[in-house]
């Protein structure tokens, strides 16, 4: 056929119809792809003469975690992720934290608790259950930590208590980027420069 026009897909390079939206190959999504014509796929097609500059990912919208193009669900979290566009990973700069891990510091005591899996979730009946077992301002499932795309998260799980970040309130469906130095506190923030016994405080040292 003359002139046929194909969708050049930008994850594996499958030519498809024009008429696709998702890759027939791979399942990633064509709804932004311009078709081109057969003939002139090889010499016009600015995908094949490039070289990327990352890798074609999909970035889950629910925890950040990074997955193939092709998938459906995310290895992290298990969100569907069917219609997350696929894109181009960045290349990380040299000034930005990589974070792979980083330790929560107890204000009250010596208590040290190193986070270092892509999600965790802090609560009385969760992670810290022997130590916060006491701490009746916590949750059972207290808040969710997650650890993607170099930065580290926190988002609040508690519908009665609450979380605060340097002592403002995380509101529900929000991810806070963690800071060195950054105060969480699980029930309670500061009230006249006091801290409520009954609530768990703790420090995100050591970003790394």
Known sequence: MDNMKVKVCPSCQEKNPPSLFE??????????VMPVDMEQEVDS???TKEEPEGAIIKVCDSCGAKNAPQARKCEACGEDISDVRPTQESEPTE????????????????FIY?????????????????YLHDKTYVSREHIKIIIAD????VENLSKTNYTFVNDSQIEDGVQVVLQEGDEI????????DARQKKAAYFIVEGLR
């Open 185 to 192: 506190g699980l029930g309670g923030k500061l009230i006249n």
């Open 114 to 130: 190193t986070v270092d899996k892509p999600i965790t979730v802090i609560g009385r009946k969760a992670t810290l259950s022997e």
């Open 23 to 32: 890759c027939a190959k791979c399942g990633a999504d064509l709804t932004g």
């Open 45 to 47: 097609n600015p995908i």
């Open 150 to 153: 170099g930065k580290a998260l």
């Open 95 to 110: 000034d930005t934290i990589n974070v792979q891990s980083f330790d929560l510091r107890a204000v009250e005591d010596d």
